[in-house]
C-alpha cells in the first residue's frame, strides 16, 4: 500500500518562482489536507478539502492555492514564491473530519531563496 | 479559537527513565484527542482517544483523557533511544480539520 504519496521530496526556488506540490492518496479518503511545518511551531493548516471539487482555507492560507479535481489527488501551487514559505510541506487524508486519524505523506521539503 | 497546548516544549531522559507528556486543550464541541509520533519524516498515529478515564495502550506507551480537566497525557515507560521523536496532540471536534499543538521534543540518550 503507498497510502499517500507527495511529490517532489525536495526542491529550490528561487524568489517569485511558481510551482506545484502533488499529493496523491490511495485510500479513497474523502477528506485531504495541506500542512506547512517549520521549527517551534506544530502543523500550520494551509488548506483542505472535504471532497472531489471542493476546498476550503486553513490557518495558514495567504500565497498558496489548491485543487482537488479528482478524489484521489490534492495540489497545492505557490504562484510567487518567497522566503517565508520556505518550509516542510505535509499532505494528509482522512475518511472523516473528525473521527478518524488522519494519514500523512513523507513531506516536500522546500527552500526559497 | 480552538487551541492545543503541549508541554513541556523540549525533554531530555536516560534510556529506562519513564516520561509523561501533557496536552490541553480548548476545543469547542470536543470530540476527540489524537496522539502521534513524528521521527524524520511523515507523523504516525499513536491514540486516539474519546472517553474519559478510559486507559489506551500500546506496549510501552499509554494514554488518557480528562474530558472535565480538559487535558490528555502520554506515558512512555523504560524508554529507549527509539522513542527519541516529537510527539504530536490534536484535538477535535468532527466538523472541522484537526488542531495540532506545537509538538514535544523528546529525546532519549544512552
Known amino acids: 500500500n503507498a497510502g499517500v504519496t507527495q511529490t517532489p521530496k525536495f526542491r529550490v526556488l528561487k524568489t517569485g518562482q511558481s510551482m506545484t506540490l502533488l499529493c496523491a492518496q490511495d485510500m479513497n479518503h474523502e477528506y485531504m489536507y495541506w500542512y506547512r511545518q517549520d521549527p517551534g511551531m506544530g502543523l500550520r493548516l494551509i488548506h483542505y478539502?472535504?471532497?472531489?471539487?471542493?476546498?476550503a482555507k486553513g490557518e495558514v492560507p495567504d500565497g498558496y492555492n489548491v485543487s482537488r479535481l479528482k478524489k484521489q489527488n490534492f495540489l497545492l501551487g505557490l504562484e510567487s514564491a518567497a522566503p517565508s514559505q520556505t518550509s516542510v510541506y505535509f499532505c494528509?487524508?482522512?475518511?472523516?473530519?473528525?473521527?478518524?486519524?488522519?494519514?500523512f505523506g513523507d513531506g516536500t521539503r522546500l527552500s526559497i531563496l | 479559537e480552538d487551541k492545543v497546548v503541549q508541554s513541556p516544549l523540549s525533554l531530555v531522559v536516560h534510556e529506562g527513565d519513564t516520561v509523561t507528556l501533557n496536552c490541553s486543550y480548548e476545543?469547542?464541541?470536543?470530540?476527540?484527542l489524537l496522539w502521534y509520533k513524528q521521527e524524520k519524516k511523515a507523523p504516525t498515529f499513536l491514540f486516539m482517544l474519546?472517553?474519559?478515564?478510559i486507559e489506551k495502550k500500546s506496549g510501552r506507551l499509554s494514554s488518557i483523557l480528562d474530558k472535565k480537566e480538559l487535558f490528555s497525557i502520554l506515558n512512555i515507560t523504560a524508554t529507549q533511544t527509539g522513542d527519541s521523536a516529537v510527539y504530536l496532540c490534536?484535538?477535535?471536534?468532527?466538523?472541522?480539520?484537526?488542531?495540532f499543538g506545537k509538538g514535544t521534543r523528546l529525546s532519549v540518550i544512552a
Open positions: 494528509a487524508s482522512s475518511y472523516t473530519q473528525g473521527g478518524q486519524p488522519q494519514h
Open positions: 476545543v469547542t464541541n470536543f470530540r476527540s
Open positions: 474519546t472517553s474519559s478515564g
Open positions: 490534536a484535538g477535535s471536534h468532527g466538523n472541522t480539520p484537526l488542531v
Open positions: 478539502s472535504v471532497g472531489e471539487g471542493t476546498t
